[in-house]
């Protein structure tokens, strides 16, 4: 297999990205100058190695210490937590400047039957973060309200489920609630206006 087809199959990998797309990055990347090269190689080698995951929420970032710069902000409202299913998802919610509590990213591992074990270890950690978030780097926090921020696709309402199932096991005083489905069915959080998510928190029940 020829070196256009190698780096062909590999950008088809990313998520999105079908072969006609993961063909022109190939030959966009053969035009480019040797310096332009080595700058992409040398930031997602970067990208590796100075990229961690907070140790509350599982963002992604460079701060120095364990937690992002969410969860190190002492100015944020540690009664509510808000579960979502990606980075993205998060992103696109602290846009909207309307929420101000924690995160927790669930990050589940694609099929919800065939990836179990993962899944099963994944929400345990929700559920440890909940009961000692002083554990996670978080101090004096006291959760009054989980915000569960899945997307309305099927996969996403099974997240749902299996988050509230998670949350009504644990023994402590906080009410669970859901975004309002300001959202279309099928569509997903990271593609939302401002205004549609901003609308979704207010009228979350």
């Known amino acids: ?5 190698r780096l062909t199959n590999l950008f088809s990998d990313f998520p999105t990205v079908g072969p006609r ?3 022109r990055f190939v030959y966009y990347l053969m035009k480019q100058p040797k310096e332009r090269i080595e700058e992409i190689t040398n930031t997602i080698l970067e990208l590796k190695s ?6 509350f929420c599982l963002n992604p970032h460079e701060n120095e210490n364990s937690l992002c710069l969410i969860c190190a902000n002492y100015n944020r409202n540690k009664n509510l937590l808000c579960i979502v299913e990606k980075e ?4 696109s919610i602290e846009k909207t400047g309307k929420y101000n ?9 694609g099929s919800l039957t065939r990836n179990q074990e ?6 345990e950690g929700l559920k440890q973060r909940i ?7 978080i101090k004096d926090a006291k959760f009054l309200e989980m915000i569960i921020a899945t997307n309305p696709t099927p996969e996403g309402i099974n997240s749902s489920v299996l988050v509230e199932r998670i949350l009504k096991d644990i023994k402590q005083d906080f009410k669970i609630t859901h975004l309002a489905r300001g959202i279309p069915v099928g569509g997903e959080l990271e ?9 979704a928190f207010e009228g979350r029940k």
Request: glycine share 4%.
């Open 1 to 5: 297999m020829d070196i256009i087809q």
């Open 21 to 23: 797309t993961a063909q």
């Open 50 to 55: 100075k990229i961690k995951f907070c140790s």
């Open 88 to 91: 993205q998802d998060l992103i």
């Open 101 to 109: 509590g924690l995160y927790f990213i669930l990050n589940l591992a």
């Open 118 to 123: 993962i899944n099963t270890l994944k929400l």
């Open 131 to 137: 009961q000692n978030p002083e554990k996670f780097g």
């Open 191 to 199: 593609y939302a206006d401002e205004e549609t998510l901003e609308s």
